[in-house]
């Protein structure tokens, strides 16, 4: 059997997935159609549409587009049918029904972007990187009834520097899962759907991924330092760790200003400091943690653009004459 003569349907929404639908146009496969999330309301008045990114790359190249807003709306349904699809492949998207999972003679495969049975949700990528993991990966499995819990198909490791971020990771695993997207529908297409399976192993110790929310940013100073290190890394740079500090300036009583760090750095100097106290030392700005001082190196303040800790200081010469000058919140403001 030949790709063009396999009808595919991808489903996907971010910048992430639009590398995979690449791949496949790219590739000369029969993209048929897409499936995607409804546009979404930007702007300050929310009275903008912005269709998501992989509308957008779909329409460019003549690909027709379905936005359901529930994905057993009898409409999507029968309009997701007469395609009659070969295959379904997955990027980034959502939970879906058996009806629509279950119905191309094929299957329909994920490609998620961790080593699966470890960080299944929908943040894999940030949970890796905060847990401190030297490795993740991203893997392609056939969908069923739980969420990431079907057969793998196959899987590329990929190894996370100490020192990298999101934004890193992200990138890397973003064209590694268009690399493993293209594999795996050439592996089904040779096998006409029988390509072969493994069920994932139910281990103890399992990390999970859940969705990342306002309150899951707020930085654990009473951490370690190499934690604390990690979480920063892990949210950076977005939606960026963030915690609320109070300055002691002598002149003004002013509250908490919230403040989110981008970039940190381990300094291996104990400490018997409070947890989240702030200290100057020859214009470099650090915090304590449980065990040792952190560096921060780029931070932003509420109102202001994300900046080098040494232009904040600039900003704030009278910090420079306090050596401790402030500490961050430990509970949320």
């Given at each position: 059997?030949?790709?063009?003569?396999?009808?595919?349907?991808?489903?996907?929404?971010?910048?992430?997935?639009?590398?995979?639908?690449?791949?496949?146009?790219?590739?000369g496969?029969?993209?048929?159609?897409?499936?995607?999330q409804?546009?979404?309301?930007?702007g300050?008045?929310q009275?903008?549409?912005?269709?998501?990114?992989?509308?957008?790359?779909?329409?460019?190249?003549?690909?027709?587009?379905?936005?359901?807003?529930?994905?057993?709306?009898?409409?999507?349904?029968?309009?997701?049918?007469?395609?009659?699809?070969?295959?379904q492949?997955?990027?980034?998207?959502?939970?879906?029904?058996?009806?629509?999972?279950?119905?191309?003679?094929?299957?329909?495969?994920?490609?998620?972007?961790?080593?699966?049975?470890?960080?299944?949700?929908?943040?894999?990528?940030?949970?890796?990187?905060?847990?401190?993991?030297?490795?993740?990966?991203?893997?392609?499995?056939f969908?069923?009834h739980?969420?990431?819990?079907?057969?793998?198909?196959?899987?590329?490791?990929?190894?996370?520097?100490?020192?990298?971020d999101?934004?890193?990771?992200?990138?890397?695993?973003?064209?590694?899962?268009?690399?493993?997207?293209?594999?795996t529908?050439?592996?089904?297409?040779?096998?006409?759907?029988?390509?072969?399976?493994?069920?994932?192993?139910?281990?103890?110790?399992?990390?999970t991924?859940?969705?990342?929310?306002?309150?899951t940013?707020?930085?654990?100073?009473?951490?370690?330092?190499?934690?604390v290190?990690?979480?920063?890394?892990?949210?950076?740079p977005y939606?960026?760790?963030?915690?609320?500090?109070?300055?002691?300036?002598?002149?003004t009583?002013?509250?908490?200003?919230?403040?989110?760090?981008?970039?940190t750095?381990k300094?291996?100097?104990?400490?018997?400091?409070?947890?989240?106290?702030?200290?100057?030392?020859?214009?470099?700005?650090?915090?304590?943690?449980?065990?040792?001082?952190?560096?921060?190196?780029?931070?932003q303040a509420?109102?202001?653009?994300?900046?080098?800790?040494?232009?904040?200081?600039?900003?704030?010469?009278w910090?420079?004459?306090?050596?401790?000058?402030?500490?961050?919140?430990?509970?949320?403001?």
């Open positions: 059997m030949e790709k063009k003569d396999v009808k595919i349907i991808f489903m996907g929404t971010p910048e992430f997935a639009v590398a995979s639908l690449q791949s496949l146009v790219e590739g496969y029969h993209v048929v159609a897409v499936v995607t409804p546009d979404k309301p930007v300050r008045h009275n903008t549409l912005q269709a998501p990114p992989v509308k957008q790359y779909a329409l460019s190249h003549g690909i027709p587009v379905l936005q359901p807003v529930k994905m057993k709306d009898e409409s999507f349904l029968a309009a997701l049918k007469s395609y009659n699809a070969d295959l492949v997955v990027v980034a998207f959502r939970m879906l029904p058996e009806v629509v999972w279950a119905m191309p003679r094929f299957g329909t495969f994920n490609v998620h972007a961790a080593l699966l049975p470890q960080y299944r949700g929908a943040a894999p990528i940030n949970w890796a990187v905060i847990n401190g993991e030297t490795r993740t990966g991203v893997t392609t499995f969908l069923d739980d969420i990431d819990t079907g057969r793998i198909i196959d899987s590329k490791p990929f190894a996370i520097p100490d020192d990298a999101v934004e890193y990771v992200y990138n890397g695993l973003m064209q590694l899962g268009a690399q493993l997207c293209v594999e529908v050439d592996k089904v297409i040779a096998t006409e759907g029988k390509v072969p399976s493994v069920p994932q192993q139910a281990t103890e110790g399992l990390h991924a859940p969705k990342i929310f306002k309150e940013c707020f930085i654990p100073w009473q951490h370690t330092a190499k934690q290190y990690d979480f920063v890394r892990g949210l950076s939606p960026g760790a963030w915690s609320a500090l109070q300055l002691t300036d002598a002149d009583a002013k509250g908490p200003v919230n403040v989110k760090l981008f970039r750095a300094t291996g100097q104990a400490t018997q400091e409070e947890a989240g106290t702030l200290r100057v030392d020859n214009k470099r700005l650090y915090v304590a943690c449980a065990d040792q001082w952190l560096e921060i190196l780029e931070l509420a109102g202001k653009k994300r900046m080098a800790s040494r232009d904040f200081l600039n900003g704030m010469r910090l420079e004459q306090h050596g401790v000058c402030g500490h961050f919140l430990h509970t949320l403001p």
